[in-house]
């Protein structure tokens, strides 16, 4: 296991005091009315929907198709599945307030940084990728059950365990480690920029009192999902906390990351809960990657500084299926 902390970078630091200065326009979270976007290589982004027999309707994605895509047409690939966070969705990725993250991708494929491999990012909503505990909303069996399902029958996507991972930022990180540690079968690796980690058995409890909106909001939309008071046994089945006790992890490869500076850690004990995640993965000795980063950011915007390393990671194992 590796552990490395850094600081924040001069470029970073100049971006956020310039936002703090009102010197740079508010720029969007997602994209109202998408095309498709047109990348390095002849690598693009398109935007559709699938019927979700989970959600009992239309769900959003969008898909990153890699340079050699059209004229392969023999060829199938691997994908990576990446889940959103809270505010944004399926087209939030490809905004140029996160940093052009497909053209980076895109380049780095062409450069050969990269192996050549899909990625499908659908939309979430608030559902943090859980399925509620009355049974109204499916957002977790979703992702297994249709979602992936959805993708390989649309797409040239090789099916095996070692062609398939899962990643996600905030909402989305607790998301795909969660996923991943109930259906470690399913993935050969996972990677999770600033997961959202409550510990306890009750969620509930990890979120201030007062009458903050945050509060208000967070507090609203947890009881919505396990119940308020909370239906004890729904959580556990959801709680990264008990899954990391329990599950068995072999040969599922997990990298998670998490800045400092999180925006959100006032509101949510959110470095405690990674540290926690961290400590049970090393008391059952199972392999695994944690960096703490000094004075990183939240959510895309860590991604956007580790993008590098989570794609290496979250693609080693599809150079041995290319």
């Not at 929907?49 to 009992?56: H, L, V, W, Y």
């Not at 930022?169 to 999770?192: C, D, N, R």
């Not at 040969?251 to 926690?276: H, M, N, Q, S, W």
Request: glycine share 10%; net charge negative.
């Amino acid at each position: 296991m590796k552990k490395i902390s850094k600081a924040v970078g001069f470029a970073g630091v100049a971006v956020v005091l310039a936002a703090l200065c009102g010197t740079l326009p508010a720029q969007p979270r997602r994209i109202e009315n998408p095309e498709t976007i047109q990348l390095p290589g002849g690598a693009r982004v398109e935007f559709d929907s699938f019927e979700s027999e989970s959600m009992g309707g239309p769900v959003d994605y969008s898909v990153f198709l890699p340079p050699s895509y059209d004229e392969a047409t023999e060829r199938r690939y691997p994908a990576v599945y990446f889940l959103h966070g809270l505010f944004n969705d399926h087209t939030s990725w490809a905004v140029e307030r996160y940093g052009n993250i497909p053209e980076r991708l895109a380049q780095a494929m062409v450069d050969g940084d990269l192996p050549e491999f899909l990625i499908i990012n659908p939309s979430g909503g608030r559902g943090f990728y859980t399925d509620t505990y009355d049974g109204s909303t499916h957002y977790e069996r979703a992702i297994y059950d249709d979602v992936i399902k959805a993708a390989e029958s649309r797409y040239r996507l090789r099916s095996e365990r070692s062609a398939r991972a899962l990643g996600g930022t905030s909402m989305g990180g607790y998301g795909a480690l969660k996923i991943a540690f109930k259906k470690p079968e399913l993935f050969s690796a996972v990677s999770a920029g600033s997961p959202i980690v409550l510990l306890g058995d009750d969620p509930l409890a990890s979120i201030p009192d007062g009458e903050g909106r945050l509060a208000q909001y967070l507090r609203r939309l947890v009881g919505g999902l396990y119940g308020s008071p909370v239906h004890t046994e729904h959580w556990l089945a959801n709680s990264l906390e008990k899954l990391a006790q329990e599950a068995s992890l072999d040969g599922l490869d997990i990298y998670f990351f998490y800045g400092t500076a999180d925006r959100y850690a006032e509101a949510l004990p959110l470095e405690e809960g990674v540290r926690k995640l961290d400590q049970i993965l090393d008391e059952r000795g199972i392999d695994h990657r944690f960096e703490l980063i000094e004075g990183g950011p939240h959510g895309w915007e860590l991604v956007v500084d580790k993008l590098d390393d989570m794609f290496a990671f979250l693609s080693h194992s599809f150079r041995q299926v290319d």
